[in-house]
């Protein structure tokens, strides 16, 4: 029994000490220079923190091998590692110092001007001067020694309804459960190529970064702008010999939607294709799969509070269009609990909250007892002893294979015209049009309506005509908002908070 994840790189480094571990724009990395680097990091950690663990540790580094090194030599030192984003927002980068209250900062000398302007009164530490020193192993480890697998590994910020981010702290053994998980069902191996999209502070890339480690694959960082150019993307695939790559859908989709594939044949390349962060349109995926047939592909879901994923769907059958895709059934080590509004399993045909238990709970909010109190609370099934579960938000009902269909988010629940309305309903009957590639649904209190937001061309009149068989006529959306480019976060996903500043 591993009691972190620090034994994947030992061991890794060990069996395979010149595969190449990390590839990006400016170079590549073997898995001992991985593990070298990161204890230097360590050791510099160690040195500054007076032989105190459990701290957080900050990463300031644009996306690069550099942040995974980082994020390796603050485990190694026991404590615990929070990315931030070099493009965040100051006024959302000091609330989360504000949150986190770190000592030490990872950046390099060219970030550094631009952190001191933060709220940040710590020490810093240079990349690019510290992995130059000389790691002292000895040092290290009597403080890896002492790591138990319910120590904290990071926390990841998401949004927060106040204003204020949400620091989801994950574990040792969250993680080890995980990746255990993942590597074993999907078959990974050391001849194995990961294509990582996902940013380093969004949870998608704990999947990448830590398969990888545990096998000893080679992880390849996909420069950014290449999402926007799809047959460049797809050429850099097949060149760099990418055969797994974990997307958000809407990274997938920018793909199908210029049938990229015409131009470049990926067949002898790909052979996983997973995705989780928002939903995948069967009518996106059916193009991936008319392209490339034989690849492996599955839906994965679950929030940041869940270790990245916490059910999945292999995609093993058929769909039309506009059927919506299961997220399936629980990962091992997990139980998927749909709850009613009194808080009991639901029936077949009823919609209910989905609630997780098991290892893959986060640990809760950092500092934010009271957002954690509302979130991970008692099973109300289990009235023997203290039992945990996490209140996802989202909505779903069971199909008839027992899969789990995700409908829509309790925020995404609306009364209108006396109706109970789902939007994630109405996105998927507008998916399923022939000449939309992305939508979003949205509710205007003030109008009383509605809105439609779509990549496509078309009229209210002719979206009625078209989904009308698809969805009773209160759900028709009252306005249509043609938008030529979609607004993607950060993460790759929509972003509802830039349209809803459109209605």
Same mark, same amino acid.
């Given at each position: 029994?591993?009691?972190?994840?620090?034994?994947? $790189?030992?061991? =890794?480094? %060990?069996?395979?000490?010149?595969?190449?571990?990390?590839?990006?724009?400016? +170079?590549?990395? !073997?898995?001992?220079?991985?593990?070298?680097?990161?204890?230097?990091?360590?050791?510099?950690?160690?040195?500054?923190?007076?032989?105190?663990?459990?701290?957080?540790?900050?990463?300031?580094?644009?996306?690069?091998?550099?942040?995974?090194?980082?994020?390796?030599?603050?485990?190694?030192?026991?404590?615990?590692?929070?990315?931030?984003?070099?493009?965040?927002? /100051?006024?959302?980068?000091?609330?989360?110092?504000?949150?986190?209250?770190?000592?030490?900062?990872?950046?390099?000398?060219? $970030?550094? =001007?631009?952190?001191?302007?933060?709220?940040?009164?710590?020490?810093?530490?240079?990349?690019?001067?510290?992995?130059?020193?000389?790691?002292?192993?000895?040092?290290? %480890?009597?403080?890896?020694?002492?790591?138990?697998?319910?120590?904290? $590994?990071?926390?990841?910020?998401?949004? +927060?309804?106040?204003?204020?981010?949400?620091?989801?702290? &994950?574990?040792?053994?969250?993680?080890?459960?995980?990746?255990?998980?993942?590597?074993?069902?999907?078959?990974? !191996?050391?001849?194995?190529?990961?294509?990582?999209?996902?940013?380093?502070?969004?949870?998608?890339?704990?999947?990448?970064?830590?398969?990888?480690?545990?096998?000893?694959? !080679? $992880?390849?960082?996909?420069?950014?702008?290449?999402?926007?150019?799809?047959?460049?993307?797809?050429?850099?695939?097949?060149?760099?010999?990418?055969?797994?790559?974990?997307?958000?859908?809407?990274?997938?989709?920018?793909?199908? %939607?210029?049938?990229?594939?015409?131009?470049?044949?990926?067949?002898?390349?790909?052979?996983?294709?997973?995705?989780?962060?928002?939903?995948?349109?069967?009518?996106?995926?059916?193009?991936?799969?008319?392209?490339?047939?034989?690849?492996?592909?599955?839906?994965?879901?679950?929030?940041?509070?869940?270790?990245?994923?916490?059910?999945?769907?292999?995609?093993?059958?058929?769909?039309?269009?506009?059927? /919506?895709?299961?997220?399936?059934?629980?990962?091992?080590?997990?139980?998927?609990?749909?709850?009613?509004?009194?808080?009991?399993?639901? =029936?077949?045909?009823?919609?209910?909250?989905?609630?997780?238990?098991?290892?893959?709970?986060?640990?809760?909010?950092?500092?934010? /007892?009271?957002?954690?109190?509302?979130?991970?609370?008692?099973? /109300?099934?289990?009235?023997?002893?203290?039992?945990?579960?996490?209140?996802?938000?989202?909505?779903?009902?069971?199909?008839?294979?027992?899969?789990?269909?995700?409908?829509?988010?309790?925020?995404?629940?609306?009364?209108?015209?006396?109706?109970?309305?789902?939007?994630?309903?109405?996105?998927?009957? &507008?998916?399923?049009?022939?000449?939309?590639?992305?939508?979003?649904?949205?509710?205007?209190?003030?109008?009383?309506?509605?809105?439609?937001?779509?990549?496509?061309?078309?009229?209210?009149?002719?979206?009625?005509?078209? &989904?009308?068989?698809?969805?009773?006529?209160?759900?028709?959306?009252?306005?249509? &908002?043609?938008?030529?480019?979609?607004?993607?976060?950060?993460?790759?996903?929509?972003?509802?908070?830039?349209?809803?500043?459109?209605?």
């Amino acid at each position: 029994m591993k009691n972190s994840v620090l034994p994947w $790189l030992d061991e =890794t480094a %060990k069996r395979l000490p010149n595969k190449l571990a990390l590839q990006d724009i400016s +170079g590549n990395i !073997t898995y001992q220079e991985y593990r070298s680097k990161s204890l230097a990091i360590a050791y510099k950690i160690v040195e500054l923190n007076k032989g105190e663990m459990k701290k957080p540790v900050v990463v300031y580094l644009e996306k690069g091998k550099e942040v995974l090194v980082s994020f390796m030599g603050v485990a190694y030192s026991g404590c615990f590692y929070s990315p931030i984003d070099t493009e965040m927002p /100051p006024s959302r980068v000091n609330k989360i110092l504000e949150v986190l209250k770190p000592e030490i900062v990872i950046t390099t000398n060219k $970030l550094k =001007t631009n952190f001191e302007k933060f709220n940040f009164y710590g020490s810093y530490i240079i990349y690019e001067e510290t992995i130059c020193s000389e790691e002292d192993e000895t040092a290290v %480890k009597p403080y890896t020694e002492k790591i138990v697998d319910t120590d904290l $590994l990071y926390v990841l910020f998401t949004s +927060g309804s106040t204003g204020v981010p949400k620091g989801v702290s &994950i574990c040792h053994r969250s993680v080890i459960d995980y990746i255990d998980w993942v590597t074993e069902t999907f078959n990974i !191996t050391q001849k194995d190529t990961f294509g990582n999209q996902a940013p380093f502070y969004f949870d998608n890339s704990i999947l990448d970064i830590y398969s990888c480690m545990k096998m000893g694959a !080679t $992880l390849n960082i996909i420069p950014k702008k290449l999402f926007f150019q799809p047959v460049p993307l797809l050429e850099y695939i097949k060149y760099n010999k990418i055969n797994t790559i974990f997307w958000v859908p809407s990274a997938l989709i920018v793909v199908s %939607k210029l049938k990229a594939f015409r131009n470049v044949d990926l067949s002898d390349t790909l052979k996983r294709v997973l995705f989780c962060g928002e939903v995948m349109p069967n009518k996106q995926l059916n193009i991936w799969r008319k392209f490339l047939p034989n690849v492996t592909y599955a839906n994965l879901y679950g929030p940041t509070e869940i270790t990245d994923a916490c059910t999945y769907y292999i995609v093993d059958r058929e769909f039309s269009d506009d059927e /919506p895709l299961p997220i399936g059934i629980p990962m091992s080590n997990t139980d998927i609990l749909v709850l009613n509004d009194e808080d009991k399993l639901v =029936t077949d045909d009823e919609v209910g909250e989905l609630c997780v238990r098991g290892t893959s709970l986060a640990m809760g909010y950092y500092n934010n /007892p009271e957002k954690t109190r509302s979130a991970f609370v008692q099973n /109300p099934l289990n009235k023997a002893v203290p039992e945990i579960i996490y209140r996802t938000g989202d909505l779903v009902r069971y199909n008839e294979y027992r899969e789990i269909i995700y409908i829509s988010r309790k925020d995404f629940q609306i009364k209108h015209l006396g109706h109970r309305i789902e939007l994630g309903e109405i996105e998927t009957a &507008i998916s399923s049009l022939e000449e939309v590639t992305l939508n979003c649904c949205l509710y205007d209190e003030k109008n009383q309506r509605i809105v439609l937001f779509v990549d496509a061309q078309v009229d209210r009149d002719y979206i009625k005509e078209r &989904i009308e068989k698809l969805v009773p006529e209160y759900m028709i959306p009252g306005k249509v &908002i043609y938008l030529e480019n979609m607004p993607i976060n950060a993460n790759g996903k929509i972003d509802r908070i830039k349209l809803k500043e459109l209605m």
